[in-house]
C-alpha cells in the first residue's frame, strides 16, 4: 500500500526557519518525482515545489522561489522541504504528493502538516 | 500562469441527481493536461480524472470528464450520498502548475 506522511510542522515566527518531511512507503520511491503542494485555511491549492527521481532537478513556485529548497533521500525514502524566512502567509497545511507521469498531476497524497507563521 | 476558473462555487443537489462542474482555462491547456479531485473536510485530496478523462484506479464509472482547449468538465452522473464534497481542477500543461478555487457539491 502507498503511504506518504509527512512530519515537521508547527508554529513558527516570522522570518524563521522550518522543515518539513515526508516518509514514503509502499512504493520505489527513487522511480517518482514528488511535489509539494499547499492549502491556507479555507483556500484552494496551490503547487509549490517538485523535484525528480534522483533529486537533480527542482522547480518552485515564484512566491517561494529563494526561501525554500526541496530535496530527498532516496536511501531513506524521503522527501525533505526547507522552508526559511517564512512570511505570514505561508501558513497553511503542507502536502507532499507522487507524481507518476512525471507529468505534474498527483495520485497519491500525504495527510498534510499544519505550518503556522505568526507572531 | 494559466489561472483556472470553476463554476459554479457552489452546487445544491440531492442523490441520484446529475451534477456538471466547469473548469474554465485562460489560455489553451496543452496536450489535454488536466486532473480532477475530490476533497473532503480534514482530508487530503483524491485523484478522480487525469489527461482530461481518464479515471483513475478505483473511482466509480458514475465520474467522467471532458473537455478541450479551455473548457473543461467534470460530470458526476448520479450523486451518491459519498460525493458531497469540494471538486478541483488542476492544469499540469505548464509550469506553474496551478489548480482551480474548487466547486463544492453540497447536499439540498
Known amino acids: 500500500e502507498v503511504q506518504l506522511v509527512e512530519f515537521g510542522g508547527g508554529l513558527v515566527q516570522p522570518g524563521g526557519s522550518l522543515r518539513l518531511s515526508c516518509v514514503a512507503s509502499g512504493f520505489i520511491f527513487n522511480t517518482y518525482w514528488m511535489h509539494w503542494v499547499r492549502q491556507a485555511p479555507g483556500k484552494g491549492l496551490v503547487w509549490v515545489s517538485r523535484?525528480?527521481?534522483?533529486?537533480?532537478?527542482?522547480t518552485y513556485a515564484d512566491s517561494v522561489k529563494g526561501r525554500f529548497t526541496i530535496s530527498r533521500d532516496n536511501a531513506k525514502n524521503t522527501l525533505y522541504l526547507q522552508m526559511n524566512s517564512l512570511k505570514t502567509e505561508d501558513t497553511a497545511v503542507y502536502y507532499c504528493a507522487r507524481d507518476p507521469g512525471p507529468s505534474g498531476w498527483y495520485d497519491y497524497w500525504g495527510q498534510g502538516t499544519l505550518v503556522t507563521v505568526s507572531s | 500562469e494559466v489561472l483556472l476558473t470553476q463554476s459554479p462555487g457552489t452546487l445544491s443537489l440531492s442523490p441520484g441527481e446529475r451534477a456538471t462542474l466547469s473548469c474554465r482555462a485562460s489560455?489553451?491547456?496543452?496536450?489535454?493536461?488536466l486532473a480532477w479531485y475530490q476533497q473532503k473536510p480534514g482530508q487530503a485530496p483524491r485523484l478522480l480524472i487525469y489527461?482530461?478523462?481518464s479515471r483513475a484506479t478505483g473511482v466509480p464509472d458514475r465520474f467522467s470528464g471532458s473537455g478541450s482547449g479551455t473548457d473543461f468538465t467534470l460530470t458526476i452522473s448520479r450523486l451518491e450520498p459519498e460525493d458531497f464534497a469540494v471538486y478541483c481542477c488542476?492544469?499540469?500543461?505548464?509550469?506553474?502548475?496551478?489548480f482551480g478555487q474548487g466547486t463544492k457539491v453540497e447536499l439540498k
Open positions: 488542476q492544469q499540469y500543461g505548464d509550469s506553474p502548475w496551478t
Open positions: 489560455q489553451s491547456v496543452g496536450s489535454s493536461y
Open positions: 489527461g482530461v478523462s
Open positions: 523535484i525528480n527521481s534522483d533529486g537533480s532537478s527542482t
